[in-house]
Antibody, heavy 122, light 106 residues
Framework: EVQLVESGGGLVQPGGSLRLSCAAS????????MNWVRQTPERGLEWVSE????????YYADSVKGRFTISRDNSKNTLYLQMNSLRADDTAVYYC???????????????WGQGTMVTVSS | DIQMTQSPSSLSASVGDRVTITCQAS??????LNWYQQKPGKAPRLLIY???NLESGVPSRFTGSGSGTDFTFTISSLQPEDVATYYC????????FGGGTKVEIK
């Protein structure tokens, strides 16, 4: 069974840092691009970042560019999101999501984790 | 970024009714359009990809159609377990989502 399990969320002060993890199982992790997507009641679903199966060519939403870094460890079947200089508007549920196809990044978000809550507040 | 306009934002229908949701892109996205279902407290689930392809395991009462800028998602016979919020999403460029349609039972 394909499964994604996020961890690392929590309460952090503005300007602080947090690293999210997404543990993958049930598929050949290195063959698929992976994504981070966040959700708030106010702004809905927002794509955050994507990384290819090889770990090259990450892409970011303008709202997080320069502050967030996506990475992956294919030996550990784990995806990461390093979040620095956090702001109140980064408060959201963060999901990792597996791409549907093995042929590069498609943006079709096939399987999602259960999400982890990040709260940025003093 | 490509803007996705989804309507209605909410609807209430009876069990067995046909339900239709529309999604309009701000520019031509060909068939790079996907539909997701999200139940309260759960992650989104992919139902339809590439505008009209049914994801494996998804009931056939869910269908999608359209291309270019105008897309439609239909539940042919609404069931109690279909109560959820439905989102369209384009993957022609940087992914963006519609605002969602909350579907309830009348």
């Amino acid at each position: 069974e394909v499964q994604l399990v996020e961890s690392g969320g929590g309460l952090v002060q503005p300007g602080g840092s947090l690293r999210l993890s997404c543990a993958a199982s049930g598929f050949t992790f290195s063959s698929y691009a992976m994504n981070w997507v966040r959700q708030t009641p106010e702004r809905g679903l927002e794509w955050v970042s994507e990384i290819s199966g090889s770990g090259l060519s990450p892409y970011y939403a303008d709202s997080v560019k320069g502050r967030f870094t996506i990475s992956r460890d294919n030996s550990k079947n784990t995806l990461y999101l390093q979040m620095n200089s956090l702001r109140a508007d980064d408060t959201a549920v963060y999901y990792c999501a597996k791409d549907r196809y093995t042929s590069g990044w498609s943006g079709v978000l096939h399987i999602w984790g259960q999400g982890t809550m990040v709260t940025v507040s003093s | 970024d490509i803007q996705m306009t989804q309507s209605p934002s909410s609807l209430s229908a009876s069990v067995g009714d046909r339900v239709t949701i529309t999604c309009q892109a701000s520019q031509d996205i060909s068939d790079d359009l996907n539909w997701y279902q999200q139940k309260p407290g759960k992650a989104p689930r992919l139902l339809i990809y590439d505008a009209s392809n049914l994801e494996s395991g998804v009931p056939s009462r869910f269908t999608g159609s359209g291309s270019g800028t105008d897309f439609t998602f239909t539940i042919s016979s609404l069931q109690p377990e279909d109560v959820a919020t439905y989102y369209c999403q384009q993957n022609d460029n940087i992914p963006t989502f519609g605002g969602g349609t909350k579907v309830e039972i009348k």
